[in-house]
């Protein structure tokens, strides 16, 4: 009882957090905010998280979790499997634009890990995992020989890359493009490269 008490403590202000940096960016997160954000007192978010980057450490991997599982969730509510990796661009794709929060919070990590190993290894663990997941997608098509032999982690590069670029584009400037019209198009580009008869 205690403990479940300890993790929705834990989970409020990890919420918290991630809205507060939403809607302010990572130079403007105080203890102060956390603690209007979340309810809570300074001393109660204290005796979680020592430190604000053990905090943030939290975030990152709640945001991770987060992520994961929408991605997960409607890839296996899906009936219709037969292109895995279009269906995953295109849910990836849809996340972004669902919920521009992560994007908002992984713009603030990004540029956090430039000046500090312990996000920076964070990051680095976080892109390995979507690099991994997205080229996992081509591998139903590699083995029945609907794509062109490549390598999955590339192509995950690529898809990340894609993603997090259309993605951070857009919830900094959601009147420059048509946000479905430019999704579509990088999904188009991505098959058209994977398709056996393109040299």
Request: with cysteine; proline share 1%; charged share 30%.
């Amino acid at each position: 009882m205690r403990q479940n008490r300890a993790q929705e403590r834990i989970d409020q202000i990890v919420d918290a957090v991630i809205r507060c940096i939403a809607d302010n960016g990572y130079e403007n997160l105080t203890m102060q905010n956390i603690s209007e954000y979340s309810g809570l007192s300074r001393g109660a978010i204290n005796h979680y998280f020592k430190k604000k980057e053990d905090i943030l450490i939290e975030v990152l991997k709640a945001v991770d979790q987060q992520l994961f599982k929408k991605v997960d969730d409607k890839i296996r509510s899906s009936s219709d499997l037969k292109d895995h990796i279009r269906y995953r661009l295109s849910v990836t794709y849809e996340l972004a634009k669902e919920d521009p929060v992560f994007m908002y919070v992984l713009m603030d990590f990004f540029a956090l890990a430039a000046n500090n190993s312990t996000y920076d290894k964070g990051i680095k663990d976080f892109l390995k995992k979507y690099r991994y997941l997205s080229g996992a997608g081509l591998r139903p098509g590699l083995k029945n020989g609907k794509y062109k032999e490549v390598n999955a982690i590339s192509i995950g590069a690529i898809v990340v890359a894609l993603t997090l670029g259309i993605g951070i584009q857009w919830v900094l400037d959601k009147n420059s493009f048509d946000y479905d019209e430019v999704a579509r198009i990088a999904e188009d580009m991505v098959m058209f490269y994977l398709r056996k008869n393109n040299k």
